[in-house]
């Protein structure tokens, strides 16, 4: 079984920046891929960037693009997120898959989460 435990969100203004932290443990699966997703109460969840195993291949929303920056060491997922703006807040997950898998940014491509870490961005 796999577990992952997110960290570092928080509150921030508008225009500054955040790191956030997903440490998985357990039975980790070496050519998982990881991503990161975001979720507003009562809307669908996001997916905002994914990683491929070898760490080479990353993928991101176009609500991102260009500001947050995915990454991993090992067993640790990494997010930086810079230039941060009020729509940015959220609860972020990160998630991977037990097994082989598609690797993009649909919920269905994954069957692990993390518990989540909420990012509130101010104006």
């Known amino acids: 079984q796999v577990q992952l435990i997110e960290s570092g969100g928080g509150s921030v203004q508008a225009g500054g920046s955040l790191r956030l932290s997903c440490e998985a443990s357990?039975?980790?699966?070496?050519?998982?891929?990881m991503a990161w997703f975001r979720q507003i109460p009562g809307k669908e969840r996001e997916g905002i960037a994914r990683?491929?195993?070898?760490?080479?291949d990353s993928a991101y929303g176009d609500s991102v693009k260009g500001r947050f920056t995915i990454s991993r060491a090992r067993s640790t997922l990494y997010l930086q997120m810079n230039n941060l703006k009020p729509e940015d807040t959220a609860m972020y997950y990160c998630a991977t898959t037990e097994g082989m898998g598609f690797c993009g940014l649909e919920q269905s491509h994954y069957n692990v989460w993390g518990q989540g870490t909420q990012v509130t961005v101010s104006s």
């Open positions: 990683i491929a195993p070898g760490g080479g």
């Open positions: 357990g039975r980790t699966y070496d050519g998982a891929c």
